[in-house]
């Protein structure tokens, strides 16, 4: 990572900035997001900021900032626990945005093929929902500073389970690299084609790492 950055936790009042960023960055470049085509760059999406600002309240995100305050990258990560996603699958089918339940269907649906909680006994689970890293910033390894910041943050908050639903090829990558497994998968030439991700993502992929 560049000298002139840090990690830090993400304060409340720089949620709105958090938010800015995803939509300059995250919102139109994550696979299935540009698959359904949810909205354009820089472009509000009501539900995902919505989801965005559930995960920020929770505590647990960081940012990669320069020494002037500028944003440099994200990582938006949470915590569920058992019963939870089952919940949030019935308050998906309320939704009036389709292609937003498209992509949360998906999610859902690749987190259903494993009951991770029995698996390794735990009753809650440390998540990285979202990973983004500024385009002027990319190529830097800024992403995989923040997965090993993230993994710390879990850690000290005594979690055993750290899980990320990966979307793409280069999140998937730096999870491969972290050590996590695929317990997982959608593969994408199996869905519809008209919300599939063009090369050279393959598949959504559930992937875990134990923590030591």
């Known amino acids: 990572m560049a000298p002139d950055l840090k990690v830090v936790p993400i304060p409340e009042d720089r949620f709105s900035d958090v ?38 309240h929770q505590g647990f995100s960081r940012m990669a900032v320069t020494e002037d305050g ?45 009951d991770l909680f029995s698996k390794y006994h735990v009753d809650k689970i440390f998540e990285c929902r979202i990973l983004s890293v500024a385009d002027n910033f990319r190529g830097k390894g800024l992403a995989s500073t923040l997965m090993t910041d993230s993994m710390e943050t879990a850690r000290a ?22 050590g996590f497994e695929i317990a997982a998968e959608i593969r994408y030439c199996e869905i519809d084609e008209s919300i599939r991700p063009e090369p050279p993502h393959e598949a959504l992929k559930l992937m875990v790492k134990i923590l030591e």
Do not use: W
Not at 167 to 174: E, F, L
């Open 19 to 56: 938010i800015v960023h995803l939509r300059d960055n995250f919102f139109a470049d994550e696979p299935l997001n540009r698959a359904v085509k949810l909205c354009e760059r820089g472009e509000p999406h009501v539900a995902l900021e919505t989801h965005s600002l559930a995960t920020l």
């Open 157 to 178: 908050a005594g979690f055993k389970v750290f899980k990320a639903d990966a979307t793409g090829i280069y999140s998937q990558k730096i999870c491969t690299n972290f």
């Open 70 to 114: 500028l944003i440099a990258g994200v990582a938006l990560n949470g915590t569920v626990r058992k019963g939870e996603r089952e919940e949030a699958e019935s308050r998906l089918l309320e939704m009036s945005d389709e292609k937003f339940k498209i992509i949360f269907s998906l999610l859902y649906g690749v987190n259903e093929k494993v």
